[in-house]
Each structure stands twice: as structure tokens, then as C-alpha cells.
């Protein structure tokens, strides 16, 4: 079974409403403008998009950060870039919010975002369902929504204790496949004193369960870096890097009879 994971591709516009100038729009719409635009080539994207359909994987993972402020507009720009994976019957796409698409309360935001997340995922599933287990070809999948509105000055993620109960729930029964939990937030990273602003809280009882291998994947995006932190079966952590900044499309083949996960970098050029 072959999965194909990317992340933070992170389309920008500028402000789409007057309301973006007070609140924390604003902000992202500057870094947007004197920095973000100048890291992510929306160009890659659209290579990566070729390669996907070109290569037919089973299941295509989006892990975040669509967007850079969470307004409607950036979520139109990548929604238009994803439509061929959206209309191809043959993968299962598979996405859950960054950070940055559950940006501000704005409700012109919010609605955007959960249109979005249904449109992605395409099997009638609603943001507010998850944390959700969907099966797709040899693996069971439990997508996570680890993120909502923060002040200026953060870009932390949370797992809730009712988010974290249902995942340990999800995990309970007899292991029918392997499980692959799909999240924004590296779980087992180690941040430094600073590195309050950008980690994610209450993710300790999600982290026993990959220990205990009772979730054999976690993927995930947000650092904007690959990172592969897996045992020799290839089970454990995978972050994978910005597509928009690197090109990287982290492709994953899951073998049945040996029962473990193989990892390959395919790189895009604009
Ligand atoms: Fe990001
Ligand atoms: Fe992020």
C-alpha cells in the first residue's frame, strides 16, 4: 500500500476583508508579505499534485497549514491546486487543519476552514467529529484536529482531554491494521525554553500510545522540516517538511506480509 504525505504549503493572499486589519490577520498578513512569500513557491505544490496523480497512491495525507492567515481566499487558492486529487475517485485524500487554518474567530474564517476540511476529505466527515478513525486500503487512519484560535503571539496546538480520551479509545479494541494517527503538531519532539510559543500541549497520553506502538505512525507537519523518528519496522514519528519550501513528498509504502513501513524522499522542482 503506498501513501503519499505532504504539508504546509501555506497559500497567501493579502486581506480579504476589513475586519483582517484587527485582529491577529494582520500579523500573519506581514509575515506573509516581507517573508512568507518569498520561502513557499506555490509552484511546487502544483508539481507535487502532478506527481501524485502521476504515481496513483492508494491514500494522499495533507498534514496542515494550508493557509497562512485561515482566510477564505488563501483556502480557494489551494483548493483550486488540490481539485485533481479531489476529483479522482481512485485516492483517498486525507487532511487535517494546521495551525494557521484555525487562525482567528472570525466566522467567515472558521466557515472556511470546516468547508475546506469536508471538501479534502471528501467521506462526509466534520471537523467537529474528530478525533475519527477511517479505514483506507491496508490501514485504519485517526485524524486529529489539535488546533484552534491562539493569541498574537502563539502558534501552539492542544490536545484536548476529551480529544485524547477518544484516542485512547480508538486504540482500546484488537488492532485490526496498523494505526496511523494524522495530526499538525509533532508529538515526541523536544523543544527548547523558547520553544513555548510553537509546541503542542497535552499530547502525553497520544505519546504513551506510540510508544507502546498500540498507534504504530504518527504523521505530522508544522517545523517545516523532514524528520523520520522510526524503529526498523519504520514505525514511530514522520514530520514532513514544507512541500511549498523543500519539494519534499514523503512517500510511504506499507508492506502487508512484512508488516512494516518504508520510507522514500521524492523531491519537485518548479
Ligand atoms: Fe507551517
Ligand atoms: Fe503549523
Excluded: W
Excluded at 59 to 84: A, H, K, N, Y
Excluded at 129 to 153: H, K, M, Q, Y
Aim: net charge positive.
Amino acid at each position: 500500500m503506498k501513501i503519499i504525505h505532504f504539508s504546509d504549503p501555506h497559500a497567501g493572499a493579502l486581506p480579504d476583508s476589513l475586519s483582517a486589519y484587527f485582529d491577529k490577520r494582520i500579523v500573519g498578513t506581514l509575515n506573509y508579505a516581507f517573508k512568507r512569500r518569498f520561502l513557499h513557491n506555490m509552484a511546487l505544490m502544483q508539481r507535487g499534485v502532478d506527481y501524485i496523480i502521476q504515481e496513483k497512491p492508494d491514500v494522499v495525507v495533507c498534514t496542515g497549514d494550508l493557509t497562512s492567515t485561515g482566510q477564505p481566499r488563501e483556502f480557494d487558492i489551494m483548493l483550486e491546486i488540490l481539485q485533481p486529487l479531489i476529483t479522482n475517485s481512485a485516492i483517498k485524500l486525507l487532511y487535517v487543519p494546521g495551525n494557521h487554518d484555525s487562525y482567528v474567530k472570525n466566522n467567515r474564517c472558521q466557515s472556511a476552514s470546516k468547508k475546506a476540511f469536508e471538501t479534502l476529505n471528501m467521506n462526509g466527515i466534520t471537523l467537529e467529529s474528530l478525533p475519527t478513525l477511517v479505514t483506507a486500503g491496508e490501514c485504519d487512519f485517526i485524524l486529529v484536529n489539535e488546533c484552534r484560535p491562539t493569541n498574537f503571539f502563539l502558534s501552539t496546538g492542544y490536545l484536548t482531554t476529551e480529544s485524547s480520551k477518544k484516542i485512547e479509545e480508538l486504540c482500546s479494541g484488537k488492532k485490526e491494521r496498523p494505526r496511523i494517527m494524522i495530526g499538525h503538531f509533532p508529538l515526541r519532539k523536544k523543544y527548547s525554553l523558547t520553544g513555548f510559543r510553537h509546541k503542542i500541549y497535552g499530547q502525553q497520553k497520544v505519546v504513551e500510545l506510540l510508544n507502546s506502538q498500540k498507534i504504530d505512525l504518527a504523521l505530522c507537519g508544522h517545523t517545516h522540516k523532514c524528520l523520520h523518528d522510526v524503529d526498523k519496522t519504520g514505525r514511530g514519528e514522520v514530520v514532513a517538511a514544507s512541500i511549498t519550501k523543500t519539494g519534499d513528498l514523503n512517500i510511504i509504502e506499507y508492506n502487508k506480509k512484512a508488516d512494516s513501513f518504508k520510507y522514500k524522499q521524492h523531491i519537485v522542482v518548479a
